[in-house]
Structures are given as structure tokens and as C-alpha cells.
């Protein structure tokens, strides 16, 4: 889908894992491609091994090769680091172009950089979340939009066309203006880290609590797999156990250090919920469990002081570890989708949520079977906590037991669940009419005279100290 004067259709800058792919599946779908890598022996390479899909690919060495090989009005995606280098790049960038060409960051921008960019008025841009890893990018990713309608119109038959599909539906989406689209795939790797440290749990219980080896382990994880809990994240966990180190043939987990990366996401989901007073606890202790995680000598330090903390543990069967998870999953997406209705009602969106569950449903990280009831229960009751939805209450309501039994023998028994352990607290209290808030209120009233609301409706009472 060269224009007639031969010029690629869309531009893309920064060839690596994400950007090959991706540019590699928008030439598998048949639009012409102009790419450009800083480094340019990766263009080179890149342009080397692009197979048939050669004759859709322009590779260039300059920014001004590059935007002279786009049609105009121009279109082109950033594949860079998230930051600084997005900035430079549009800085490069804008001078070369024309005042309607779009910048397209399809990266892990912070939204409200993108918030930023899209009202810069240095031209058109569109903030694109684009979930799936390498292999999404390449063969249909889940794709979360944020802009102006006009300046996704323009690039939509490419964002379709490349995406995921869930029965022909495809994974691709406007969420609305400014940063909506990185908000929404911000949110979805703040459930995706709540899911993965999850599984972490649960996997040390078999492992340190039942003294399984990584390949039996992978052989639940598979199990599981096939029922309610059938997800990306729980298969992909399935074949990390059973994976083999091809140097020692050693179970591969058992050579890989305990400290678990990060790039941001999780970090800054955890931060923007207590801007927007949205409790997220299963995300934040998958962010704090991350930290620790990177604690190692201190970690070894305290075990050489107290001892190993995690005992034998064989009182939970595989069934009740089964049900807690399926109890953890809905409370991590719970909390996701809650995070968005806030964003809805502090920055005036009108997020589709019932459209993010569906686009979730295929190609992301955290696409699930439970999405289409999701979707479902999303749609039904707007503004409900899907724990509260037909649907999930009554999973939750099944399974909430076993959450429970989990979280009590880890505790009894050393095994740290924080992101499990939080997950039933948060349910517990938002299942409690009337919680314990009344003796914060009345300490602060005691210390600071700050007043507060009688159960009469009265506010601004005060209690007896305060004269
Ligand atoms: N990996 C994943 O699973 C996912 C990643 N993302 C996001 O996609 C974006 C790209 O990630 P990924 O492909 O994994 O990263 P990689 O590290 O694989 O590639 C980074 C690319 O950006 C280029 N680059 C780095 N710094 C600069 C700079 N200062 N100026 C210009 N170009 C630069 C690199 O060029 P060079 O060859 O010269 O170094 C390379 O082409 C990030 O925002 C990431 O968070 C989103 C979803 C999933
Ligand atoms: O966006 C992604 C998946 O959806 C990226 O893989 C991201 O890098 C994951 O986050 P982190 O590196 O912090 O684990």
C-alpha cells in the first residue's frame, strides 16, 4: 500500500524488540513501511532479514531519509525507551515534518507525558499503548489509543489490521483524549504485575510448602490452565517451570536469581492510585514485593538471624490453591478497572470499559477467559466494583474461603503472600458496612481538632477533648 509517487505508507523509529516486530507485522499487512534505527547497522540488519516482507520495507539512515520516505500528510510510530528519549526524538523529529504529520509513541509512556506532548500544539500526536510483548507486536497485539478521534482515524485501518483478534473482533481501541490510551495500558500492567506476583505466591507454596520440583509445578500451572483460571500468565508460568537451563539441564527457575525487574509501569500504577484516592493494594504489593525481591543480601542477612521462614505447608490442597487464585485474578482486575472509573471521574473520560475488557481478551499480557464475563458484567452494572457484578460476586463468594485458607496457613507457616494477603483484605473491607475508620477519625479530631461527621449526618463535630 505504497501512494503513487511509491512513498510508504507509515514510518517507524526504533528497531528493537518491539519496533521490529511491529514494523514487521505492518508489512505482513500489507502497508508500506519507512523504518529507522539510531543505530544503523540494526536498520541494516533489520532491512537483511525481513524475508518477503522486504519489498514493504524501506530502511533509512537519516531522519530526513526517513521522513522523505513517508507520504504525506506523514505518520510515524516511536518504538523508543519511554522519557527523555521520546522527547529527543520528537525534538528531532517535528522541525523535519510538516504541520499535520502525526507522531505516533506506541512505547510505555507515562500518560501524563503524553498528556503533555498531545497538547504541546507542535502537531498532531497519539499516545498508543500496545500490549503483548515481541510476540504480539508481530502478530497482533492488544492496542489502547489515546488522542484526538481525528488523528486515530488516520492511522485506524493500520491499528486494526495489525492487531489482535478475539473471534474477528479486533484488540484495538480509541480509550479517548490526551494520555487516555497509556492510562489504560498503564492500569493493565499494574493488573499484570498483580497476576504474575500472584502466581509467585503460589508457585512458593508448592515449591517451599509442599516441596514440589519446577516441573511437577508446571504440570498444576498446566492444569489450571484448562479451567476457570485459563489465562496467558498462568500458561506462560506453566512453561517457565518445566523449561530446562540448556547448559546443566537444571530446571531453568532454579538458576534464575530471585530479584524481579522492572520498568516502571507497576511503580507509577501504584503511584497515580493515591493521587486518585483509588485503593489498588494487590498492585502496590506487587510493586513493594518486586523491591523486596531486589533486597538480597539483607534478605539473606535476615535469614541467617530468624532462620528459613517458610515451612512445610500440607494442609491446602491443590483445589483450594486453585480457588485463591481464581479469588486473587478477579480482585486484581477489581482493583484495575476501579483505577479507571476514577481516572473517568477525575479527568472527565468517557472510557469505554466495557470495550478495554473486550480488547484485553486477546493479544495483551493479561487476556483471560474471565474477560468475557468481564466485558459482560462491565457493561450491565457501569460504575459497579466487579467483585459486586452478578457474576463475580458469585465467584467471589465461592472462592473467597479458599483466599482465606491460603492467606491464614501462610501466615502461620512463614510464607510471604503479599499481594494474595492484601488481596483478601481488601475484599474483607470492602465487604465491611461499618469499619474501623470512626477511631482514626476520632484520633485526629483528638490531636488536630479536625473534625468529623456524626452518624446523624452532622460534620465538623468535635469530641469532648477538644473543649
Ligand atoms: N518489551 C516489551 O515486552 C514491551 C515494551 N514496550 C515498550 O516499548 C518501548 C520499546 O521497548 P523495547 O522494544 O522492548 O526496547 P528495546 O530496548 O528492545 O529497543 C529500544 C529501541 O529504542 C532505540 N533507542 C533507545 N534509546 C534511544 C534514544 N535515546 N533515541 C533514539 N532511539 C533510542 C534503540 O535503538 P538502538 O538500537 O540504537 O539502541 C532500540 O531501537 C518501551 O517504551 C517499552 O516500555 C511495550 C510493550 C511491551
Ligand atoms: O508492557 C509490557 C508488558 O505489558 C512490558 O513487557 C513491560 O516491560 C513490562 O513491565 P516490567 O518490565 O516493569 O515488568
Redesign the pocket.
Given at each position: 500500500m505504497a501512494d503513487a509517487g511509491g512513498q510508504a505508507r507509515i514510518g517507524l523509529i526504533?528497531?528493537?524488540?518491539?519496533?521490529a516486530a511491529l514494523a514487521s507485522n505492518i508489512a505482513e499487512k500489507g502497508f508500506d513501511i519507512a523504518v529507522f534505527?539510531?543505530?544503523t547497522q540494526?536498520t541494516r540488519d533489520f532491512a537483511a532479514g525481513a524475508g518477503d516482507l522486504g519489498t514493504k520495507i524501506t530502511p533509512t539512515e537519516s531522519l530526513e531519509e526517513l521522513v522523505a520516505a513517508i507520504a504525506t500528510p506523514r505518520a510515524i510510530i516511536l518504538?523508543?525507551?519511554?522519557g527523555q528519549?521520546v522527547d529527543?526524538?520528537i525534538y528531532a523529529l517535528r522541525p523535519l515534518l510538516d504541520a499535520e504529520d502525526l507522531i505516533i509513541d506506541c512505547?510505555?509512556a507515562l500518560f501524563s507525558d503524553t498528556d503533555r506532548r498531545v497538547h504541546d500544539n507542535r502537531g498532531p500526536f497519539l499516545g498508543v499503548g500496545?500490549?503483548g510483548?515481541?510476540e504480539g507486536a508481530r502478530h497482533g497485539p492488544s492496542i489502547m489509543g489515546g488522542g484526538a478521534q481525528e488523528h486515530w482515524d488516520r492511522v485506524a485501518d493500520i491499528m486494526t489490521a495489525i492487531s489482535a483478534k478475539h473471534e474477528d473482533d479486533p484488540c484495538a481501541a480509541l480509550m479517548g483524549p490526551g494520555g487516555a490510551g497509556h492510562f489504560v495500558k498503564m492500569v493493565h500492567n499494574g493488573i499484570e504485575y498483580a497476576d504474575m506476583q500472584m502466581i509467585a505466591e503460589v508457585y512458593g507454596i508448592l515449591r517451599d510448602g509442599h516441596g514440589m520440583a519446577p516441573e511437577a509445578i508446571g504440570d498444576v500451572f498446566a492444569a489450571w490452565d484448562a479451567g476457570p483460571l485459563q489465562s496467558y500468565l498462568i500458561e506462560i508460568s506453566g512453561k517457565v517451570a518445566k523449561a530446562q537451563d540448556v547448559a546443566t539441564g537444571e530446571p531453568l527457575l532454579s538458576v534464575i536469581v530471585d530479584a524481579a525487574g522492572q520498568?516502571g509501569t507497576g511503580r507509577w500504577t501504584a503511584i497515580e492510585s493515591q493521587h486518585r484516592l483509588a485503593p489498588v493494594p494487590a498492585i502496590e504489593a506487587a510493586v513493594v514485593a518486586r523491591n523486596l525481591s531486589a533486597r538480597r543480601e539483607e534478605r539473606t542477612e535476615g535469614e541467617r538471624i530468624f532462620g528459613p521462614a517458610p515451612q512445610a505447608l500440607d494442609g491446602l490442597s491443590h483445589d483450594t490453591l486453585e480457588r485463591a487464585l481464581i479469588a486473587g485474578k478477579v480482585i486484581c482486575y477489581a482493583q484495575g478497572f476501579e483505577m479507571l472509573s476514577a481516572a473517568m471521574r477525575d479527568f472527565g473520560w468517557d472510557l469505554p470499559m466495557a470495550r478495554i475488557a473486550q480488547i484485553w481478551r486477546q493479544g495483551c499480557i493479561i487476556r483471560s477467559s474471565m474477560l468475557d464475563d468481564m466485558s459482560s458484567a462491565l457493561a450491565d452494572a457501569p460504575g459497579t466494583n466487579l467483585m459486586f457484578t452478578d457474576h463475580f460476586a458469585a465467584i467471589m463468594r465461592d472462592n473467597h474461603q479458599a483466599l482465606r485458607e491460603v492467606v491464614a496457613q501462610a501466615a502461620l507457616n512463614g510464607h510471604p503472600l503479599p499481594a494474595l494477603s492484601s488481596g483478601l483484605a481488601y475484599f474483607d473491607a470492602m465487604r465491611t458496612a461499618r469499619g474501623t475508620a470512626n477511631m482514626v477519625q476520632g484520633q485526629r479530631d483528638f490531636f488536630g481538632l479536625h473534625g468529623f461527621e456524626h452518624v446523624n449526618g452532622k460534620t465538623g463535630q468535635h469530641g469532648p477533648w477538644a473543649g
Open positions: 526504533g528497531l528493537g524488540t518491539m519496533g534505527n539510531r543505530t540494526v518504538m523508543v525507551p519511554a528519549a529527543d526524538q512505547g510505555n500496545v500490549s510483548g515481541e520498568k
